[in-house]
């Protein structure tokens, strides 16, 4: 017969083993949830693919109320609609991959300048000088901010649906450029987006006119063109930052910025 003490030692046991199950099941949860989290930053910058998945990111599964939005830190935006241009191929390479080319990006937050490398990206950064000249950044929204495990700013859809090109798709080019060290995009960062799922090498080569900023450094696989680097401006991008992003759109899965940020003008010139 079994004593009451052993009975107690009994059920102890027992009520023991079950917290240990419950808490080896939410760790497989968690886990599992944090793999489905990489797996979606990787794949946050491909332009037209559903893209990044929020959840987890809290680091709780209890509901909480919203916060208000915060407030709008920039600007209105310039008269003018966003362009509709769209051209059957890529233009013809004009840029001189010995000279120097900068960009400056009017926008409704400040002004974001950059340092263009024709040497490395001769490609792509032709092709965003011939864009920039035809006025098809200008008037466009910058419409996905991502701000967890990645800190980019992604721009160049005039469409701001994240599926916009300009008709075109553009060649991957200094993907071992040595800055991108360890599998990490550094901060100031400037590279081309594109639809690359990473396992169909069909669909590499795809860049068009989407690119983005990086405004802290960022792990990803090297599988964007880097093609020039922010050298005015990072204030501009961490004010945007600081105003957070909305939830996934549902159609889109963008997370757009809750600044409005719309490029005014955006300009290229040869020095």
Known sequence: MVS????????????????????????????????????????????????????GLTGGD???????????????????????????KEPAMSVDTSASYAAKLSTTCGTIELKLDPG??????????????????????????????????????????????????????????????????????????????????KTRNSGGSQFFLVFQDSRLPPNYTPFGTITGGMDVLRKIADAGATSPDPQTGNTAPHAHVVIDKATVTKS
């Open 4 to 55: 009451k003490d052993q009975r107690r030692r009994q059920l102890a046991r027992e009520k023991f083993e079950r917290q240990q199950q419950r808490r080896s099941v939410a760790r497989r949860k968690t886990k599992r949830r944090n793999v489905i989290v990489a797996s979606a930053v990787a794949v946050a910058l491909a332009a037209g693919v559903a893209a990044y998945a929020s959840a």
């Open 120 to 201: 490395k990206a001769p490609h792509t950064v032709n092709s965003f000088a011939f864009l920039a000249g035809q006025g098809y950044f200008d008037h466009s929204k910058c419409h996905r901010l991502v701000d967890a495990g990645i800190h980019v700013l992604q721009c160049g859809d005039p469409t701001a649906t994240g599926s916009g090109n300009p008709g075109y798709s553009l060649p991957d080019e200094n993907l071992k450029d040595p800055r991108l060290k360890g599998g990490v995009y550094p901060a100031g960062t400037v590279a081309m987006a594109n639809s690359y799922n990473g396992k169909d090498e």
């Open 62 to 88: 209890e509901a909480a109320s919203a916060p208000p939005a915060p407030r709008n830190p920039c600007g209105a935006p310039a008269k003018g609609t966003p362009s509709k241009k769209t051209w059957k």
